[in-house]
């Protein structure tokens, strides 16, 4: 594995594999690199000839009251994660190589990026999309893998791709848990040992909502007053928001005909956590 | 030659271009096709094995009030042109294939776009970049031509394959004009008679500005008001802007130090033209 740090040592690797034929994968992250992330690689290592994978704390998807500056940092030892993982190079841009001096394009989804993750954090898309788009042009990938856990995020990317016509294809991968639930995120880290036990009780109640549906519950406000009562037994964790939606266009449902996602935003303390859950007929 | 509808089409064609080891130029046109687009096919046709030109008149560069409805489309004259140029593709899509239903995500270069054509013309960079980034995407074409005519848009574009490391060269080619100085432009054809005369003023005082220049001006106002006086002598031509910029970063400078851009932008009737000068040591 080679650890690179500038745009044109990736391009002249990926013009190299290219050239040999080779199927180009792309994981982009943000580092701190658990099993979720680890699962994408994987899924990558299996689909393509060559892996890269790109680790960037993204300072324009962060709003100036986030958590940007304690983000965790861990390089080396994601690099060892990824050396292991068989990658084949690991990107891990300067902030100034991403975004020179004078840097000013943007590439901004519209309407699905204005409710949900959208609504509590301005400008997160934006900054999502637009680093996206970037790391997608440097790489040039066949394929880009982007994990469930961030359901907002990926429909928001997929339709960037769609609506661009990049000539790549999303794999979309599914949400990785502790084996308690608790769905892996870098985020995770921040969080006490009461705090990661009340944090629990996020996915339990998405749990208690599928079982709901398996039940043959298909009212959505039940679902999502299920989950909110739920959640609101725990004095320490505060709702941000509770939402069942549909699948591609996020918008409120009222009765879960066919598919609907759920999905939860949460404060443990400092700590916001997400998750969501798809209710679909794959629901057993 | 092909002439082709579909996006498929062209990815499908560029595929096997690229297997064989070509070149890619695009020539991003809105048709109409006069020797200005015909120089920047010509310098496509010099440097890449295979050259793809566009035909689309892109409804989301058109402000609500503008000639989207009544500018010149003329695909078959088009087509004979670009066959007699030998283009391998013409691309001329539908709206409906650019834009399907539920398009909503755009590309937006800040700060450039904010003066001369942008003030004048909110929107329209915005609509501009969006479309050249899709059919960049679409074609992946190593050289992407634009004419020096449209200044601004070429530095748009400029800074949005710089600042989204879009994978492709943008290559400026010099303004054609006619034997007696007019900028050439689809738009001319909206022109009367006696109006394509009046129009010659803008061409005039620009050649006007440029002998200045050669004869030792270096004040940017007094340039500005030689051209702004010379052009109110045409009582049917209205000056929307006359400026003297810095060539990058398209801000107003007070004197010509090493090298400016004259642009013009005026109304003869209900047609808009805009035409601009380089001032550099170039100028003899």
Redesign the interface.
């Known amino acids: 594995m080679r650890l690179v740090y500038t745009?044109d040592e990736v391009?002249s690797e990926v013009r190299v594999a290219r050239e040999l034929g080779k199927t180009i994968g792309l994981v982009p992250t943000m580092g701190a690199l658990h099993e979720g992330h680890l699962t994408l690689i994987r899924r990558a290592r299996e689909q393509c000839g060559f892996v890269i994978v790109s680790v960037f704390v993204n300072p324009t998807q962060f709003g100036p009251s986030e958590d940007l500056a304690r983000y965790p940092r861990s390089l080396e030892e994601d690099a060892r994660k990824c050396e292991q993982a068989g990658v084949d190079i690991l990107f891990a841009p300067s902030v100034e190589e991403m975004y020179p001096e004078?840097?000013?394009?943007?590439?901004?989804?519209?309407?699905i990026t204005e409710v949900l993750e959208g609504k509590s954090r301005p400008g997160h898309f934006r900054g999502v999309?637009?680093v996206c788009?970037?790391l997608f042009?440097?790489s040039?990938p066949n394929y880009a893998y982007f994990g469930m856990k961030d359901y907002q995020q990926l429909k928001v990317i997929q339709?960037?791709v769609r609506?661009?016509?990049?000539?790549l294809e999303i794999v979309q991968v599914e949400t990785v848990r502790e084996p308690d639930g608790l769905a892996m995120s870098s985020r995770n880290s921040y969080l006490s040992a009461e705090e990661r036990q009340a944090a629990l009780v996020i996915s339990r109640s998405l749990m208690e909502a599928r079982k709901a549906f398996t039940d043959g519950e298909r009212n959505a406000k039940r679902v999502q007053e299920l989950i909110s009562n739920l959640i609101k037994v725990e004095p320490c964790v505060h709702i941000d928001y509770v939402a069942v939606v549909d699948p591609e266009s996020l918008r409120p449902i009222q009765t879960i005909d066919r598919s609907a996602v759920v999905l939860v935003a949460a404060w443990i303390g400092n700590t916001r956590l997400i998750d969501n859950i798809v209710l679909d007929s794959a629901c057993k």
């Open positions: 745009i391009r004078g840097f000013d394009t943007w590439v901004e989804v519209k309407g999309t637009t788009a970037k042009n440097i040039q339709k960037m609506d661009l016509n990049m000539p």
